[in-house]
Nanobody
Framework: QVQLVESGGGLVQPGGSLRLSCAAS????????MGWYRQAPGKQRELVAR???????DYANSVKGRFTVSRDNAENTVYLQMNNLKAEDTAIYYC?????????WGKGTLVTVSS
């Protein structure tokens, strides 16, 4: 069983920054790839960034150069640093992992980019 809890969302002006955190329970954290997804109103959920157990990263083209994903295996936490935020980044952001063939999702944290 894996539980994921996101935090750090909020309201920010265009050009601003936020750092999201995802705290994971369970001993599987160190061996799994962790991902951040987002879902904007009326749109499908999409991959934003992911990080492997050894630190390899992958980003959606729309966030490359602005977002950075990282992890602290000692704290069972994955982060998403978001800089130069744009209105189109407004969405609910979800943490995700898969272990033993089961996908796990957090409940999400809302990010609103607006002036």
């Amino acid at each position: 069983q894996v539980q994921l809890v996101e935090s750090g969302g909020g309201l920010v002006q265009p050009g601003g920054s936020l750092r999201l955190s995802c705290a994971a329970s369970g001993d599987s954290f160190r061996i799994t790839t962790m991902g951040w997804y987002r879902q904007a109103p009326g749109k499908q959920r999409e991959l934003v960034a992911r990080i492997s157990s050894v630190g390899f990263t992958d980003y959606a083209n729309s966030v490359k150069g602005r977002f950075t994903v990282s992890r602290d295996n000692a704290e069972n936490t994955v982060y998403l640093q978001m800089n130069n935020l744009k209105a189109e980044d407004t969405a609910i952001y979800y943490c995700n992992t898969a272990y033993s063939g089961i996908a796990y999702w957090g409940k999400g944290t809302l990010v609103t980019v607006s002036s």
